[in-house]
């Protein structure tokens, strides 16, 4: 009888395996929201009748889903969604840190080794600095003939959620459309180069223009003076590119900040839905959809603007007609909801509500903590780097060694100075930060600052000094398309919403879990072995 349940113990993951497999969808859509916050979710949700509506209703809705990292942003984000891991294992760090190699900014996925296929003059983007794999390389090394497409308005949301070998990733580049790099491939496929046609057309013919839903309600309206900028909400409609008029230089820019991006991005989802025949071959598919435009508006005009909540009935809609394609041509698609990172409203006008909000200039922060270095070890030089990210510090080797400074006690300084301002919470040195495990020890509610640094931290990339600014203190260098942002470890940055629609019976779920949770779940329910993760098995419930 021993023996007979050892065997029956032993052959169980095999049975359990099998069963997954049997039960695995033909199609699993996977969609990032960037910047949706769970507070945009709950400010705006309960309005909106169509597709983030249904997914409400009838998904499994986990509603305290955080990211357990300290630096919030587009890149590390999209690279712990779809991987289980922690940026600290992705090497996704920040959306840019300093390659110390050169001694310069780099972008989380510019590679100057790869090309663009629309441009092939260019130097295009790619996972070279992705550290890992992804939930789509389990599936194509485990199921046969599965195959693994990404699509987004953002090259490093598209790439970062598609894993280390996809079989397509597409970006959205401006008039000429949607492309890709020589990385993925040597050519753009028909389907695209026909779509790219007819949506080049139609910027050069149409005339978009943004105009408030009529069925929309009023957001915010108002002005504010931030520096040398005048900031405006309410300013629908706005002119993108009129009918008929030629592309100019900040056409691209223009389009980026409104629902129009949204749109062309679903546009070429479908394009590549009916041109690959996602879905209707012999295994599972995985299609991976960055939505941008909610992140570009939101750092435009803030998060409780006319504008966003505009954006948010057009997201709606957009969402609505994704799943209603699905349940028409993919009836047993799966599609999971997510996002990347939330983001804060303009401080100036949480200031006119009497709330603690405050907006510090990054240039002038770092000009203050490089005098004071200056002046307490008496050089002449900086001894820290004008970093454009004042979260992420690095201190100027060659100064610190011709200075013939002890480096720890460069460090202490700064580290002393930035412990002493007001808008910061605390700052860690690199050291200190390396002899922390990453592993959490608590709910994502209440994760230390120090922990959620250590999970954003690689010692090849990140920098001397990591630094948590308080909550509802912006830290920027505001610019007319970036007035205010996320990045930062407090709640708003890090809460999102987490939805799985399909076959499991729907309801709100309320316990804390991690965004890193999202690879692993989907993995044990399409019956296959994860790579080396960071999250944890959500248990979705019993299938309807």
């Given at each position: 009888?021993?023996?007979?349940?050892?065997?029956?113990?032993?052959?169980?993951?095999?049975l359990?395996?099998?069963?997954?497999?049997?039960?695995?969808?033909?199609?699993v859509?996977?969609?990032?929201?960037?910047?949706?916050?769970?507070?945009?979710?709950?400010?705006?949700?309960?309005?909106?009748?169509?597709?983030?509506?249904r997914l409400?209703?009838?998904?499994?809705?986990?509603?305290?889903?955080?990211?357990?990292?300290?630096?919030?942003?587009?890149?590390?984000?999209?690279?712990?969604?779809?991987?289980?891991?922690?940026?600290?294992?992705?090497?996704?760090?920040?959306?840019?840190?300093?390659?110390?190699a050169?001694?310069k900014?780099?972008?989380?996925?510019?590679?100057?080794?790869?090309?663009?296929?629309?441009?092939?003059?260019q130097?295009?983007s790619?996972?070279?600095?992705?550290?890992?794999?992804g939930?789509?390389?389990?599936l194509?090394?485990?199921?046969?003939?599965?195959?693994?497409?990404?699509?987004?308005g953002?090259?490093?949301?598209?790439?970062?959620?598609?894993?280390?070998?996809?079989?397509?990733?597409?970006?959205?580049?401006?008039?000429?459309?949607?492309?890709?790099?020589?990385t993925?491939?040597?050519?753009?496929?028909?389907?695209?180069?026909?779509?790219?046609?007819?949506?080049?057309?139609?910027?050069?013919?149409?005339?978009w223009?943004?105009?408030?839903?009529?069925?929309?309600?009023?957001?915010?309206?108002?002005?504010?003076?931030?520096?040398?900028?005048t900031?405006?909400?309410?300013?629908l409609?706005?002119?993108?590119?009129?009918?008929?008029?030629?592309?100019?230089?900040?056409?691209?820019?223009r389009?980026?900040?409104?629902?129009?991006?949204?749109?062309?991005?679903l546009?070429?989802?479908?394009?590549?839905?009916?041109?690959?025949?996602?879905?209707r071959?012999?295994?599972?598919?995985?299609?991976?959809?960055?939505?941008?435009?909610?992140?570009?508006?939101?750092?435009?005009?803030?998060?409780?603007?006319?504008?966003?909540?505009?954006?948010?009935?057009?997201?709606d809609?957009?969402?609505g007609?994704?799943?209603?394609?699905l349940?028409r041509r993919?009836?047993?698609?799966?599609?999971?909801?997510?996002?990347d990172?939330?983001?804060?409203?303009?401080?100036?006008?949480l200031?006119?509500?009497?709330?603690?909000?405050?907006?510090?200039?990054?240039?002038?922060?770092?000009?203050?903590?490089?005098?004071?270095?200056?002046?307490?070890?008496?050089?002449?030089?900086?001894?820290?780097?004008?970093?454009?990210?004042?979260?992420?510090?690095?201190?100027?080797?060659?100064t610190v060694?011709?200075?013939r400074l002890?480096?720890?006690?460069?460090?202490?300084?700064?580290?002393?100075?930035?412990?002493?301002?007001?808008?910061?919470?605390?700052?860690?040195?690199?050291?200190?930060?390396?002899?922390?495990d990453?592993?959490?020890?608590?709910?994502?509610?209440?994760?230390?600052l120090?922990?959620?640094?250590?999970?954003?931290?690689?010692?090849?990339?990140?920098?001397d000094?990591?630094?948590a600014?308080?909550?509802?203190?912006?830290?920027?260098?505001?610019?007319?398309?970036?007035?205010?942002?996320?990045?930062?470890?407090?709640?708003?940055d890090?809460?999102?919403?987490?939805?799985?629609?399909?076959?499991?019976?729907?309801?709100?779920?309320?316990?804390?879990?991690?965004?890193?949770?999202?690879?692993?779940?989907?993995a044990?329910?399409?019956?296959?072995?994860?790579?080396?993760v960071?999250?944890?098995?959500?248990?979705l419930?019993h299938?309807?």
């Open positions: 009888m021993i023996r007979s349940a050892l065997a029956a113990l032993t052959f169980l993951p095999i359990v395996a099998t069963s997954s497999a049997k039960a695995r969808p033909k199609l859509v996977v969609i990032s929201i960037d910047q949706f916050s769970s507070e945009l979710m709950q400010t705006y949700g309960p309005e909106l009748t169509q597709g983030i509506a409400r209703r009838e998904g499994v809705f986990f509603t305290e889903a955080y990211h357990d990292h300290g630096f919030t942003e587009t890149g590390p984000g999209h690279s712990v969604l779809l991987s289980g891991r922690f940026p600290a294992n992705t090497g996704i760090v920040e959306n840019r840190w300093l390659d110390r050169t001694g900014v780099v972008n989380c996925v510019e590679d100057a080794g790869t090309r663009a296929l629309h441009a092939p003059a130097a295009s790619s996972n070279e600095r992705f550290l890992g794999d939930l789509g390389d389990w194509q090394a485990q199921v046969p003939g599965s195959r693994v497409f990404s699509v987004s953002k090259d490093r949301a598209a790439i970062l959620m598609a894993g280390r070998r996809p079989t397509g990733v597409y970006w959205f580049t401006g008039a000429a459309g949607f492309s890709t790099s020589t993925y491939g040597d050519h753009l496929p028909t389907w695209l180069m026909r779509y790219d046609r007819s949506l080049s057309e139609r910027i050069g013919t149409d005339s223009l943004w105009s408030k839903d009529p069925g929309t309600l009023e957001g915010r309206s108002g002005q504010w003076t931030v520096g040398a900028l900031v405006r909400n309410g300013t409609p706005r002119l993108i590119q009129g009918a008929g008029m030629p592309v100019d230089s900040g056409f691209e820019g389009f980026r900040r409104t629902p129009f991006l949204d749109t062309v991005t546009e070429a989802a479908e394009a590549l839905l009916e041109g690959e025949k996602l879905g071959g012999p295994a599972t598919d995985l299609l991976a959809i960055s939505f941008s435009a909610t992140d570009y508006i939101g750092h435009r005009y803030g998060i409780l603007s006319t504008e966003m909540r505009d954006q948010m009935h057009r997201l809609r957009t969402l007609r994704l799943l209603d394609r349940q993919h009836p047993g698609a799966w599609v999971v909801l997510s996002a990172h939330g983001g804060l409203d303009l401080p100036e006008a200031l006119e509500q009497g709330l603690p909000a405050r907006r510090a200039l990054a240039e002038p922060f770092i000009s203050a903590l490089q005098a004071d270095l200056r002046a307490t070890f008496k050089v002449d030089a900086d001894l820290v780097l004008a970093n454009p990210e004042a979260n992420n510090l690095y201190l100027v080797e060659a060694q011709a200075a002890q480096r720890r006690a460069v460090l202490q300084a700064a580290q002393a100075w930035l412990r002493a301002r007001p808008e910061v919470a605390d700052a860690f040195t690199a050291e200190e930060l390396a002899a922390t990453p592993a959490p020890t608590d709910s994502p509610r209440h994760s230390s120090r922990g959620l640094l250590r999970r954003s931290f690689h010692p090849a990339r990140s920098g000094i990591l630094v600014f308080k909550p509802m203190v912006v830290m920027n260098t505001p610019t007319p398309d970036y007035i205010t942002g996320h990045g930062t470890p407090n709640a708003y890090r809460r999102v919403p987490l939805i799985f629609w399909g076959p499991w019976k729907g309801g709100h779920r309320r316990e804390p879990v991690r965004t890193v949770d999202l690879a692993p779940t989907l044990r329910e399409l019956g296959l072995k994860p790579g080396a960071d999250g944890k098995v959500l248990d419930g299938r309807k």
